[in-house]
C-alpha cells in the first residue's frame, strides 16, 4: 500500500554515465515534484508536473529531463552525470495546494 | 532574504521539556503552512498543516500570524523519538502553486 515509491533507492555511477530514477504515486494527486536535498540538507523543488504537464522548472542544468507518461508517474533522466549531482532526489506528489507526500528518496553518488 | 527561514539549531532538550520552533515567511502571496518532520536519511513526513485558527494534534501545537508572517510549532513533554530535523513549509501561489521548504530545525530530545 505505498503511496508513492522511487527506485532505486541507491545509484552509484562514474561520472558522465546517464541514470534515470523512476517515481509513482497510487493516491490520486494530480501534481508530482522531484526535488533535491544536497549535502547541507536543503530541500530544493527541481520540476513539477500537473496532470503530465510540467509547470515548474527551476534552474537545473538541461542534463536533467523529466517525463511523466501519466498523471501517476514522473521519472528523472539525467545525463552526462557530474561529481556535483550527488545528492539524494526525492519525488512527492499532492492535489495542487494541500499537503505533499514524498517518497523514500534515492541517494544518488557520482565517483 | 530567504523566503522561508528558521533557526537551524540544534536544540537540546530534556526528555518531558517543551520546546518551540519559529519560521518566518517573507511572502505575502503564501496560502497554506505546513509542518513537516525529517529522520536523518529518510524522508520528509507530514507532521502537521497550519491552519490560521491554530490546530492541536496531542502534543503539538501548531499557530500561524499571518499579520507577522510567522508560523510556529509547539512540542509538550518531548520525548526521545521527537528527535529529528523540523521542516517548515510554505505554500505560495506565484502562476502557480509552489512549496518553498525552510532549512529545517534540528531537535535533540536528551534522556
Known amino acids: 500500500d505505498t503511496a508513492v515509491s522511487q527506485t532505486p533507492k541507491y545509484l552509484v555511477t562514474q561520472m558522465g554515465n546517464d541514470k534515470s530514477i523512476k517515481c509513482e504515486q497510487n493516491?490520486?494527486?494530480?501534481?508530482m515534484y522531484w526535488y533535491k536535498q544536497d549535502s547541507k540538507k536543503f530541500l530544493k523543488i527541481m520540476f513539477s508536473y500537473n496532470n503530465k504537464e510540467l509547470i515548474i522548472n527551476e534552474t537545473v542544468p538541461n542534463r536533467f529531463s523529466p517525463k511523466s507518461p501519466d498523471k501517476a508517474h514522473l521519472n528523472l533522466h539525467i545525463n552526462s552525470l557530474e561529481l556535483g549531482d550527488s545528492a539524494v532526489y526525492f519525488c512527492?506528489?499532492?492535489?495542487?495546494?494541500?499537503?505533499?507526500?514524498f517518497g523514500p528518496g534515492t541517494r544518488l553518488t557520482v565517483t | 532574504r530567504k523566503e522561508v527561514e528558521q533557526d537551524p539549531g540544534p536544540f537540546n532538550v530534556p526528555e518531558g521539556a517543551t520546546v518551540a520552533f519559529n519560521c518566518t515567511y517573507s511572502?505575502?502571496?503564501?496560502?497554506?503552512f505546513f509542518w513537516y518532520r525529517q529522520d536523518c536519511r529518510k524522508e520528509p513526513k507530514l507532521l502537521m498543516s497550519?491552519?490560521?485558527s491554530g490546530n492541536e494534534d496531542g502534543r503539538f501545537t501548531a499557530q500561524l500570524n499571518r499579520a507577522s508572517q510567522y508560523i510556529s510549532l509547539l512540542i509538550r513533554d518531548s520525548k526521545l523519538s521527537d528527535s529529528a530535523t523540523y521542516l517548515c513549509?510554505?505554500?505560495?501561489?506565484?502562476?502557480?502553486?509552489?512549496?518553498?521548504f525552510g532549512t529545517g530545525t534540528r531537535l535533540k530530545v536528551l534522556a
Open positions: 493516491l490520486g494527486h494530480d501534481t
Open positions: 512527492a506528489s499532492s492535489s495542487t495546494r494541500y499537503e505533499q507526500y
Open positions: 497550519v491552519y490560521s
Open positions: 511572502n505575502s502571496a503564501s496560502q497554506s
Open positions: 513549509v510554505v505554500n505560495i501561489l506565484s502562476g502557480t502553486y509552489k512549496y518553498i
